[in-house]
Every structure is written in structure tokens, then in C-alpha cells.
């Protein structure tokens, strides 16, 4: 049974922060199964016993099949079972990955429409505002990045107007003050800085599964096989932005982790 650790950090948003908020982020799950000889799902009982205000699953949280291929219902399972649970007692929020980007038209519908039923809110392109103490909000963004945005070679580069289309900035823009939080959902953390351009307070990302084999709290190799990726795990501060990345809860294309155990993030947001 693979080891399953929760791994707490702090965000801090202004100086004189006197209240939080307790995020508890998911992320590349890719259909595994955590499942106890008594049926209980590890990852739910992790999540409750943290208490958060709500949960994010930050996309990749099934294998997406290349169109004509037959996609494993079982992948869709264990991503369904675990944030349907989850909904009965919290907020859940599900963004896109690659994974789900690629799927299907016809999957993708099976599989969000649902979640959807179970009560989880799906960002595609859209947000949320989270109403917080003291009259604030926490707009959610959900950033889809398209399928070309994750390359294997070369990156493709991704402008502010490009992330104001695909979140159709005009619909997303108002009724949010200064003082107020910006969170964005974005799967590919290699676009930080383009993302803190676009005006995020902070951002949660996965996508490079901690880069597989971690050495001096460093990841290895991303997806698009470069060695040592900048963003690979954990906290990274930009100069306005919070960056949290998840080493995700299971893998794909490379089938181990060295040094590198799948993990739930709890975020506590000070604002």
C-alpha cells in the first residue's frame, strides 16, 4: 500500500491577517486506489481528519485515453468515489488537468456530469467566489489550459491576454476588490510567471508528480523530460504570488517514485 503523507504550509496575505482558511488540495491522482481492508478509502479519512474548509482536486485525477482508445471505467472510479464522499461533508472544487482536457467528449461528460451530481463544482474556464470573514472574498479561478500547453520539448509560451481568453476575463473581472483573494487553479506549474503577471495571489498547480525521483528536495525530471524543473513540490514565493505545487497522489507514463511519496497539501490561508 503506498505511503500517503499530508503536508501543511502556511499563506500568508496581508500583515495583519487575524483569520484562516483551510484548503485541502488533491491533485494527480491518475485512477489510483487507496482503499483500506475495510473499505475505507485512506485519502477521505486523511481529508476529514484535517477538517478544511474545503477541497480542490487540481485535475489529473484520471488517465485520460487518447481519442479510439477504450478508457478503464476503474479510472474514472476512484476519482468519482473519493470526491463525491468528500462532497457530502465539504465544498469540493475540481479543476482541469491534461488528462481531462484530452478526454472524449463523450467521457468527459459521463465523468464530470457525475461528479456534478454528487455536488462538486467544476471549473473549466469559470470561477467561484468563496465568501470569507470580515466581508472578503476568495475568487477561485479554474484556468484550462489547452492540451498545446503541455508540450514534451519545447514550451509553449502563454501570455496574460491568452489566460484573460481561456478564463473569459470579461465575465471574471468584477465585483472583486483590492483587498480581496485571487486564487488560481492551474494544473501546469511552468507558467508561474505568466500566472502572477495575470494578477493571482496564489496559485496550485501539480502536473509534475514531484518529478518522480526527489534529491535534496528537488525534483528530477518533469513530463517534458527536462531535468531539474524549477517547480517540482512544494511552496515557491513569488514577488505577489503564492505558488503551491503538489507531488500528487499517483502516477502515469513513469510507473515508481524514489524519495518522493504521494501526498494530500493543507493550505491554511491567513488573510
Known amino acids: 500500500m503506498p505511503k500517503l503523507l499530508i503536508k501543511e504550509y502556511d499563506c500568508l496575505t496581508n500583515e495583519d491577517a487575524g483569520n484562516c482558511f483551510k484548503i485541502a488540495f488533491l491533485s494527480d491522482l491518475h ?16 481529508v476529514r481528519r484535517s477538517e478544511p474548509d474545503i477541497v480542490i482536486a487540481g485535475g489529473d485525477m484520471i488517465v485520460g485515453i487518447k481519442p479510439g482508445k477504450q478508457v478503464s471505467k476503474a479510472k474514472l472510479e476512484s476519482s468519482i468515489n473519493i470526491l463525491s464522499d468528500l462532497a457530502k461533508d465539504y465544498k469540493v472544487y475540481h479543476a482541469i488537468g491534461n488528462h ?28 467561484a467566489d468563496i465568501p470569507l470573514k470580515g466581508d472578503k472574498v476568495m475568487r477561485m479561478y479554474g484556468l ?57 495571489d496564489i496559485t496550485l498547480s501539480g502536473h509534475l508528480h514531484g518529478g518522480v525521483v526527489r534529491l535534496f528536495n528537488r525534483g528530477l525530471i518533469g513530463p517534458d523530460f527536462k531535468l531539474f524543473p524549477q517547480f517540482s513540490g ?33 493550505i491554511n490561508v491567513y488573510y
Not at 485512477?31 to 486523511?46: C, F, L, P, Q, S
Not at 515557491?236 to 503564492?242: D, F, V
Not at 505545487?245 to 497539501?265: A, K, Q
Open 100 to 127: 481531462e482536457e484530452r478526454l472524449e467528449k463523450s467521457v468527459y461528460d459521463l465523468y464530470f456530469n457525475t461528479l456534478k451530481k454528487a455536488g462538486v463544482v467544476v471549473l473549466d474556464g469559470s470561477f
Open 31 to 46: 485512477g489510483a486506489v487507496y482503499k483500506t481492508r475495510d473499505g475505507k478509502d485512506r485519502i477521505v479519512e486523511a
Open 234 to 266: 512544494g511552496s515557491y514565493m513569488g514577488n505577489h504570488m503564492n505558488l503551491f505545487v503538489s507531488c500528487g497522489l499517483g502516477e502515469h507514463v513513469v510507473p515508481f517514485r524514489i524519495n518522493d511519496p504521494y501526498e494530500i497539501m493543507i
Open 144 to 200: 484550462s489550459l489547452p492540451y498545446e500547453y503541455y508540450p514534451k520539448f519545447k514550451k509553449k509560451e502563454l501570455s496574460v491576454s491568452a489566460i484573460e481568453r481561456l478564463l473569459r476575463a470579461n465575465r471574471v473581472s468584477g465585483g472583486i476588490k483590492n483587498e480581496d483573494i485571487r486564487l488560481l487553479l492551474a494544473h501546469n506549474p511552468n507558467y508561474a510567471d505568466a500566472y502572477e503577471e495575470f494578477g493571482a
